[in-house]
Nanobody, 115 residues
Framework: VQLVESGGGLVQPGGSLRLSCAASGFTFSNYAMSWFRQAPGKERDFVATISSVFDTTEYAHSVKGRFTISRDNAKNTVFLQMNSLSPEDTAVYYC?????????WGQGTQVTVSS
């Protein structure tokens, strides 16, 4: 299993970013995919998840209404559209899948929200 995130960077408060996670090594369409984030000195927290069936989504309260998770099964890619970003969203963002009875993580992509 390999997960490769991209799309992070520096953005001003109120701005937007779109993260991507390219997946390989498993049948992507059969698995729920998730995003987590970890701010400096804090634990890794759940951000959003999308199911393998009907693309059902769930979000952390802190991002609901601002972030949108989506997937493209033809491209084995999951996305996280982040709008109305605030400094509190600054973190390393990780893609996640639970497959073959274990958790798999990408290397993470840094998102910094600062003026």
């Amino acid at each position: 299993v390999q997960l490769v995130e991209s799309g992070g960077g520096l953005v001003q408060p109120g701005g937007s970013l779109r993260l991507s996670c390219a997946a390989s090594g498993f049948t992507f369409s059969n698995y729920a995919m998730s995003w987590f984030r970890q701010a400096p000195g804090k634990e890794r927290d759940f951000v959003a998840t999308i199911s393998s069936v009907f693309d059902t989504t769930e979000y952390a309260h802190s991002v609901k209404g601002r972030f949108t998770i989506s997937r493209d099964n033809a491209k084995n890619t999951v996305f996280l559209q982040m709008n109305s970003l605030s400094p509190e969203d600054t973190a390393v963002y990780y893609c996640h899948v639970r497959a073959f009875r274990r958790d798999h993580w990408g290397q993470g992509t840094q998102v910094t929200v600062s003026s």
